[in-house]
């Protein structure tokens, strides 16, 4: 037991993988332990001496709540401004083995990029002993390797350099289904882009081109609110504001919606669908568009929630509609 102030109690008694922590009263008759912590400490302090009786879950791994149902508390949440009395109540969720983000998001993409320049370059057992190390005698195939590089290449020196995590960690278990879903489908894709049979687009040169351009201007904006949310937030902070444009016009949809990376990010993959013509791209954009829909839709409300301020015109990912 951890006294936390003159009067309060705080133990933990151990009920499987899981542990309850509350205060008590100096009435209850409980052995202290030689760790003081003040009120004023953090979740994440209290976090840091639990590890040290139970090296087994460190900080990453918890999760304290005031209500077992309820929200983790922050890291920096302090204790003495919980809505809480003499008697207190923190419960504790083991939340399995993590792995940094950035580990995960190099995982993620470093994958589709080997996995299709496996195919492009027609690997032997791929396609036939034939065509071992051949090339496409189409110009559209090149120039989807090149676009489909160029976008995993750009996320992973984004993940390197630019982004800024909130959250440090993510389960461990969650690689395997994210790299699943980026792996699997850039194998489908590039099987059937890169296939001796491959025929180009209907409308040929003037539907590459357009899509080439529907591509590139996506990705440039898609970077450019990439490097506007890297500014709002300081290094090693945790600081969240309402996102406005720059003076960078490609900044300029935050007028309309609240997640314009995940908008920038669908057509992207839209105008890669329309270049191609190929079902499996389109499937690609159209589950890759369901989930940043839900991811922009849980923003939106976050902002709405945290914001009293912000701007009412604004829709999660589709501007007006959605």
Known sequence: MTDLSPGWRFWMPRQGKSCVFWTRTPRGDVPALPLQVEPQATIAEIKNLFTKTHPQWYPARQSLRLDPKGKSLKDEDILQKLPVGTTATLYFRDLGAQISWVTVFLTEYAGPLFIYLLFYFRVPFLYGHKYDFTSSRHSVVHLACICHSFHYVKRLLETLFVHRFSHGTMPLRNIFKNCTYY????????????????????????????????????????????????????????TRKIPYPTKNPFTWLFLLVSCPNYTYEVGSWIGFAIMTQCLPVALFSLVGF?????????????????????????????PFLL
């Open 183 to 238: 792996w699997g489908f850039a194998a489908w894709m590039a099987y059937y882009i890169n296939h001796p049979l491959y025929t180009p687009p209907t409308y040929g040169a003037q539907q590459v081109k357009l899509a080439l351009a529907i591509f590139v201007i996506c990705q440039l904006g898609n970077f450019s609110i990439h490097m506007a949310l890297r500014d709002l937030r300081p290094a090693g902070s945790k």
């Open 290 to 318: 369901t989930q940043m829909t839900i991811w922009a839709k849980g923003k939106h409300r976050s902002y709405l929630k945290e914001f009293r301020d912000y701007p009412p015109l604004r829709m999660p990912i589709v």
